[in-house]
């Protein structure tokens, strides 16, 4: 077998391991969700969505949910390796570390869908707009992707801190701060149907974001998982 | 020598842990590390494992340096510590399989199904490792680590927290590996628990191996004596 | 290294010239502006502070990215000791920001980039801090802070692009003319000497500091070498 073939099988594998053991607990997902529909039913007390609040704070609302929701799927999903000390499982095989980095990113980002697409539905009934745009998914996409990227590298390093439970949140958001910005700007545009040429820009730096931080976990990966 | 570790220094910030430590393991030979809690043979062990790096010295294994070439000595390694390293939503099976493609080896299935015959498994193939008790945990554990048919074993303490009946069983599946001309090196604090097992003993005592003998030079009825004067004179020493 | 080398105690009195001097162009060289009067003399120090504040940020990453490269502890501590220095500067810049906003647009904070920014960089200064009060094992600790220093800086640029996409009130003093700026004013050339000159005060000023806190830093790796009595080994 190809040292390449070797990686993506085992990348494969920790992405199958995840969700398979996620498909029988439903421990994080349910959690994961339980909690976005809480912060939504929140908000709806806290800002009074009327129709009009509704235009402009919808794609707010919505990143919100994405970002704490994510938080706690993030911080869940690397606790489990480290608790049951399977990380070392994991830095025992034969394989670059940057296969269990990726590995460990697509299954938090595939949770984090899996959330977005059961919130994206329910918050269209309960307040009457429509979030099926295909603008609207592309930006669900991109934002989930970077903030994904850097939450599964910090919370590699939250988990093996004392105070970790609080931890994550703390150094996520600020470095999160650009893809959150972007994310609602450009979720707004989309809902609100301004002209394309004015989301590009928050497209645009989404795409930078994304590729910057990916390349830069991949790189330091190494640095936070060994001793 | 299938382990070869001349002046090992491992630090954790200021403390020191491991003294320019030399060890070695002939191929084949059974080493049972012995020593008392925080003497340095978890960390020894880790750094065997390639989960920890060395801040001085030179480490070997089969042939490979240690942390140049950890994915070579990585494929050549089996390891079992106090932790499972195993997952509980999954089935004993699936477990192994996961752990098979992680070594890229080409059977998965037939690799697995052999490994849960070996560890006495195969009937509760398919059943969640949550559900399991200390002591099979600790055998699937073990077919785990030998999933890749490692030509080196690492165990640390294997046997904490089995009760009589699963340590039993947990010996007779380890004396089986030892027949099979492993390479295999197992801490302990408990004396009784590697006495039947091993070929030689070392006594590691802060940070240094300080004694060292195989089971003839020992003898059978010796190795407490030999282990309680081991770590005296060392102590004595400082 | 127990001795004070005398280059630093060159650097000290330089430091203390330096900053008497540069506080007597501010007061008494630079005129007192028209529209804003006194209160404009804050900016030649604010912008100074926010200035040292960012050299911090550019020292810190880098002595990352070296200590990942070399594992060397003197990287981890000057990293540690450029976020501490900066960590303060870059409070002085935000509430000098404040007392100048006040008068400027008639408010205590606005959500202009820069400003934002500057307090985003703060919260990442002390998610840096307590980053490394949750780690115990020195080398972990050298290595996360690292990481993070480095994500820091990386993100900062893109986080001050997203804000500026958005509208800016904050006036570009210096190689722009933006009219929409309100509050801004165009420098005469003693204010021009007196802003450069602070600047560079700033900046010995900084290196000072740092290089005692890098002292500080050893010093103390040192007390722990010889509490665990590594030195007899």
């Not at chain 2, 954790?12 to 925080?38: C, I, M, S, Y």
């Not at chain 2, 499972?84 to 939503?89: A, E, M, N, S, T």
């Not at chain 2, 089986?176 to 091993?198: F, N, Q």
């Not at chain 3, 202009?112 to 009060?133: C, F, G, K, W």
Request: charged share 20%; with cysteine; proline share 4%.
């Amino acid at each position: 077998m190809s040292r390449f073939k070797a990686y993506l099988r085992a990348l494969g594998a920790i992405v199958w391991k995840d969700l398979a053991a996620e498909l029988r607990s439903r421990e994080l997902l349910s959690s994961m969700l339980v909690f976005a529909l809480l912060v939504i039913l929140i908000f709806n007390f806290a800002l009074e969505l009327d129709i009009k609040a509704r235009d402009t704070i919808t794609a707010g609302i919505l990143w919100v949910t994405f970002a704490f929701a994510g938080t706690l799927g993030l911080n869940r999903s690397m606790a489990s390796e480290k608790d049951r000390g399977c990380l070392d499982g994991l830095l025992l095989a034969p394989v670059d570390r940057s296969a269990i980095y990726f590995g460990k990113a697509i299954g938090n980002l595939v949770f984090m869908f899996i959330v977005e697409i059961i919130v994206l539905p329910v918050y269209s009934v309960l307040y009457n707009v429509n979030l099926f745009q295909p603008g609207l998914l592309l930006v669900i996409f991109l934002g989930s992707l970077g903030y994904v990227a850097v939450g599964t590298l910090l919370a590699t390093m939250a988990v093996q801190v004392r105070t970790r439970d609080i931890l994550l949140p703390i150094l996520l958001f600020p470095l999160a701060l650009p893809v959150l910005i972007a994310s609602v700007k450009a979720s707004n545009g989309f809902l609100q149907a301004i002209p394309l040429a004015e989301i590009m820009p928050w497209l645009n730096l989404l795409i930078v974001y994304d590729i910057i931080f990916t390349a830069i976990a991949f790189m330091v990966f190494d640095y936070v998982v060994e001793e | 020598m299938m382990i070869s570790v001349r002046n090992l220094v491992k630090r954790f910030g200021p403390k020191t842990v491991l003294h320019r430590l030399d060890f070695e393991v002939g191929a084949g030979d059974f080493v049972g590390l012995l020593g008392p809690n925080g003497a340095g043979k978890t960390t020894l062990l880790r750094i065997l494992a390639s989960l920890s790096r060395p801040a001085a010295g030179r480490v070997q294994i089969a042939g490979y340096r240690l942390p140049a070439q950890a994915a070579q000595v990585r494929r050549r390694l089996g390891v079992v510590s106090h932790q499972p390293l195993l997952y509980g939503d999954l089935t004993a099976e699936e477990n192994l399989f996961f752990y098979g493609r992680m070594y890229a080896l080409e059977e998965v299935k037939t690799r697995a199904a052999e490994v849960l015959h070996l560890v006495g498994l195969y009937s509760r193939r398919s059943d969640l490792v949550r559900t399991f008790s200390r002591g099979m945990r600790q055998r699937l554990a073990i077919g785990r680590a030998v999933l890749h048919d490692p030509e080196v074993m690492l165990f640390d303490e294997p046997h904490t927290g089995l009760d009589q009946d699963a340590c039993a069983m947990l010996d007779t599946v380890l004396s089986e590996i030892a027949a099979r001309g492993r390479t295999v090196v197992m801490t302990s604090h408990d004396l009784a628990r590697v006495a039947d097992l091993a070929t030689r003993f070392d006594v590691i005592s802060r940070g240094k191996i300080v004694a060292s003998g195989t089971r003839q030079e020992i003898g059978p009825d010796n190795l407490l004596r030999f282990y309680r004067q081991a770590v005296k004179s060392a102590e004595g020493e400082v | 290294m127990n001795e004070k080398p005398r280059l630093l105690k060159i650097l000290d009195i330089l430091t203390l010239v330096l900053i008497l001097v540069a506080a007597g162009l501010v007061f008494f060289y630079a005129p007192v502006e028209k529209v804003m009067g006194l209160v404009q003399k804050v900016f030649y120090f604010h912008v100074a502070n926010a200035w040292v504040g960012m050299l911090g940020f550019t020292v810190a990453a880098v002595a990352g990215g070296l200590y990942l490269w070399k594992g060397e502890k003197k990287w981890d501590i000057a990293g540690l000791a450029a976020v501490e220095i900066s960590f303060v500067f870059f409070l002085i810049a935000i509430v000098s920001g404040s007392i100048w906003a006040r008068p400027a647009w008639n408010t205590w904070w606005t959500w202009d980039p820069r400003l934002t920014t500057a307090a985003i960089v703060e919260l990442i200064y002390a998610a840096y801090l307590l980053l490394r009060q949750g780690v115990d094992d020195p080398d972990r600790r050298a290595r996360f802070s690292a990481v993070y220093a480095i994500f820091g800086f990386i993100s900062v640029p893109l986080t001050f692009i997203s804000i500026r996409l958005m509208r800016t009130i904050h006036p570009v003093v210096v190689g722009s003319s933006d009219p929409s700026a309100q509050g801004g004013f165009s420098m005469i050339a003693p204010m021009k000497v007196a802003f450069f000159f602070s600047l560079f005060t700033f900046s010995v000023f900084f290196v000072d500091l740092l290089w005692h806190r890098i002292r500080l830093g050893r010093l103390q790796d040192k007390v722990e070498q010889l509490r665990w009595g590594n030195h007899r080994i």
